[in-house]
């Protein structure tokens, strides 16, 4: 029941927003008119949609000169493939897998991240499965197949990758790499770079964090949870609904999100386009939700925020203990954010205690000053500051 409501809530949104925009166009033909169609623009943020954004990337530098750029997919698996921005260029790059987060929105949320990136690196993205639209046939997704597919791909891409997640697969990601390196595994990431990712969530907990440790463990399933229904390929599959994810993110930073619909308001009041354009495109990309596989976010709350597993020296991989000690030649640079909320400072460079058998000139830290989450990989500091980092820890490291 509760996923048909949030179907029908999604559909019942679609029709609204031309409706929305045909109106106002035409109050706007008059001045007192143009006024009062202002707030009818703001309901074209109104509601969810499922439809994946094109990643838009067709183009990059080399030096002075534009290089053309076409997605290849490398390989495929149920819940997502891995996809390469192949460049027309002879020397691409490092290799370098981007694992974007499993939280609700799809892996073009990182075209930002990717794009600053492509000049100098040969970008690989994990772009993940819309969870309803995945078979029940093919089994659940939990943590520890989130972990053998990160390990899958960089055996795919093979010797001398780079790794480096945003956020939710920090954890993922972390112990990929010291499962890899306690095999000696040839394919195992030559550096890692985690950008904000509750390694150690119990480091300054936020409002969310505490919430996993005192509901009880069964709430998360009953209430966060629900069935994908038919005519999904998904139907009887578990899932995270991404328009429940979403409105759970809203409310959590709701100034925020008043305060930019007021500056579109503006933007809108003064004619200025521009303004109104990147709103409207912000806020498509977010409305923009997929379903997250129910085992992966019921193990994201247990195994990670409520147990601290890998922090803890306790998490284990299909039975095998993780041991982050086994890393030793897989440079890691950690970067936080001074004003990030979602996952405060602390609780990623608890990644920096855990690999200590890597030497301390191998562990790097980075505290962005002024930035929230978001930033730390989109916008002026992740393009500025924070991107030219990652290029120098993986020019070092190859």
Known sequence: MLYHLYQAQEEWAARLRPLARHTAALLAATEPGRTASLPLHLLEDLGTTHAKPAFGLAETRSGDRPVAVREET??????????????????????????????????TRLRGTVAALLPDHDVH????????????????????????????????????????????????ALAAAA????????????????????????????REGKLARALPPGWFA??????????????????????QQLAASVLSDLQAHALAQLAQLRALAAGDAAAAAAHRARYDELRSVMDVPGELYLDTI?????????????MEWRGRPVRPEAIRDTALLVVE?????????????????????LPAAARHHHLQPGAGHDALFEGPAWEAEICP??????????
């Open 74 to 107: 490398v390989a495929e698996a149920p819940f997502g493939r891995l996809l390469r921005f192949a460049k027309d260029t002879p020397r691409p790059g490092p290799p370098l897998l981007v694992v974007a987060p499993l939280s609700g929105h799809f892996a």
């Open 125 to 172: 993205l994990t772009d993940w499965a819309d969870a309803r639209e995945v078979p029940a046939a093919a089994g659940p997704f939990g943590l520890d197949d989130q972990v053998a597919q990160l390990v899958a791909w960089l055996e795919t891409m093979g010797a001398g990758a780079h790794l480096l997640a945003v956020s939710q697969p920090a954890v993922a």
């Open 179 to 206: 499962l890899m390196a306690e095999d000696a595994n040839p394919a195992r990431p030559r550096s890692l770079t985690l950008i904000a990712g509750p390694v150690d969530p119990r480091v300054a907990p936020t």
């Open 222 to 243: 009953t209430a966060e949870t629900a069935l994908v229904p038919p005519p999904f390929p998904g139907a009887g599959r578990r899932v995270r609904p991404g328009t």
């Open 302 to 314: 247990h195994r990670i925020f409520r147990a601290a597993e890998l922090a803890q020296g306790r």
């Open 337 to 357: 954010g001074t004003e990030d909320a979602s996952c405060p400072p602390g609780q990623a460079s608890a990644a920096l205690g855990l690999c200590r058998g």
């Open 389 to 398: 980092l990652v290029a120098r820890v993986i020019r070092a490291a190859d």
